[in-house]
């Protein structure tokens, strides 16, 4: 049995006291950041019931109640922020990837809590491979969410959207690794190619993401 | 294998007129088209997802459908797009004509609620119902006009012609004949790759109009 709980509060606690330390300035990042890892511990639990409670095997259960779960909660705190808050586009793009980001870190370091961390080239292309796909799915939700939000009754229709997009995505993603063999390298390239696409057309069509 | 290829030609067709309905809006910067980049994504996204499980797996999901989250995605992009290309006064125009869509349309979601899951029929059906009635409102609309805005009828067909597919299709899929093209659920799929690509020059013609 993992306490993940408790590898949460472990985590958290030096990133609180940095935090505090750093002021005021820098609280909305640090939030976002534990925003996301509570979304990631949260999922957990929440994965755990749904599986129980469709008495889904490992697989099914990756491939088809985690994404959704875990793309749910990873967009809760940013509607949140959207909601309360109500910032501008740019800012939206960097609270979606932090909160990604927090979310991808905290899963990784579970993943190891787990299978222990022994093999350092199978977790580095892990590492990159799922810290990637949740990069992509907030990039994704992140650019569209700056988009849509600036036009008032594009925005449930758009948020809807979007959530499902980087549901399938993920989903997509978690099929490929669960069927396991030479298909879940393909998957751990899949978003690091998604990635460098994104960025090298961004770069060379010298598109403006928050216009 | 008929149906591996099915969904593999639906998803390159859908995935390059995203490509392309993408090209438009980083060109025109227009909503229609970033909506329309939308609507192909989310539908080659699921797509792929469906055609990977098949492939993989030799079965359909079996706790939950994540494609489906994908069409329903697809189909809100598709009714928003409808509703951002269509005029005040297109709005407000009536015609009895219109009633055919649920009169065609309900006794198939009744069908479909015998045969499967029930919340997924009524938000896919209604939501491509409500694409039709528009659609069928649009055309007759269009049908009016005169000049470019008479383009419009374009855009209205091939909507009009992807939700009909779409009924054909889920109608066939209660009467599964056989795995092969003897099938006409395939050759209703085909159809429907051949609307959906077609939906894009049909919108390049409406966003001119």
Same mark, same amino acid.
């Given at each position: 049995m993992t306490y993940i709980e408790n590898i949460f509060v472990c985590i958290a606690a030096p990133l609180l006291v940095t935090a505090l330390c750093m002021g005021k300035k820098h609280y909305p990042a640090f939030s976002f950041c534990f925003a996301g890892m509570a979304a990631c511990l949260l999922s957990a639990y929440i994965n755990t019931f749904f599986a129980r409670l469709y008495s889904a095997d490992i697989i099914n259960a990756t491939t088809q109640i985690a994404p959704v779960v875990e793309e749910i909660m990873k967009l809760l705190p940013l509607l949140f922020y959207l909601l309360i808050f109500e910032p501008k586009a740019e800012k939206i793009g960097a609270a979606v990837l932090i909160v990604a980001a927090g979310f991808a870190t905290f899963e990784n370091i579970c993943y190891l809590t787990q299978?222990? +961390? +022994?093999?350092l080239s199978f977790l580095l292309i892990r590492g990159f491979g799922t810290g990637a796909m949740h990069i992509v799915c907030g990039a994704l939700v992140g650019l569209g969410l700056a988009y849509v939000w600036q036009r008032g009754w594009l925005r449930i229709a758009g948020t809807a959207g979007l959530l499902c997009a980087a549901i399938t995505f993920h989903a997509t993603y978690n099929l490929l690794i669960a069927y396991g063999g030479t298909v879940q390298y393909v998957a751990y390239a899949l978003p690091i190619l998604t990635i460098a696409v994104g960025v090298g057309a961004g770069k060379l069509l010298k598109i403006k993401p928050y216009h | 294998m008929v149906e591996l290829f099915d969904n593999a030609s639906q998803f390159l067709a859908t995935l390059l007129a995203g490509i392309g309905a993408g090209i438009l809006f980083y060109k025109s910067r227009k909503q229609a088209y970033f909506l329309l980049a939308c609507f192909f994504g989310t539908y080659s996204l699921a797509t792929l997802y469906w055609t990977l499980h098949v492939l993989l797996f $030799? @079965? &359909? #999901? @079996?706790?939950?459908?994540?494609s489906e989250l994908g069409w329903v995605a697809s189909s809100m992009f598709l009714l928003t797009l409808e509703y951002t290309l269509s005029t005040p006064e297109e709005r407000k125009f009536k015609h009895p004509a219109v009633w055919l869509v649920p009169i065609i349309c309900v006794p198939q979601l009744l069908l479909y609620l015998c045969h499967g899951d029930i919340l997924f029929n009524l938000l896919i059906c209604g939501m491509t119902m409500a694409a039709a009635w528009y659609s069928v409102r649009g055309l007759l609309y269009a049908r009016r @006009?005169?000049?470019? %805005?008479?383009?419009m009828q374009y855009f209205h067909i091939a909507v009009l012609c992807i939700c009909a597919l779409e009924f054909c299709l889920w109608t066939a899929s209660c009467f599964w004949v056989s795995? &092969? %093209? &003897? $099938? #006409?659920y395939f050759w209703f799929d085909f159809l429907l790759t051949a609307a959906l690509f077609a939906l894009l020059p049909a919108t390049r013609k409406a966003v001119g109009a």
């Open positions: 299978n222990g +961390a +022994a093999q | $030799n @079965q &359909t #999901p @079996q706790v939950f459908y994540v @006009q005169s000049g470019k %805005l008479r383009d795995d &092969t %093209l &003897t $099938n #006409p």
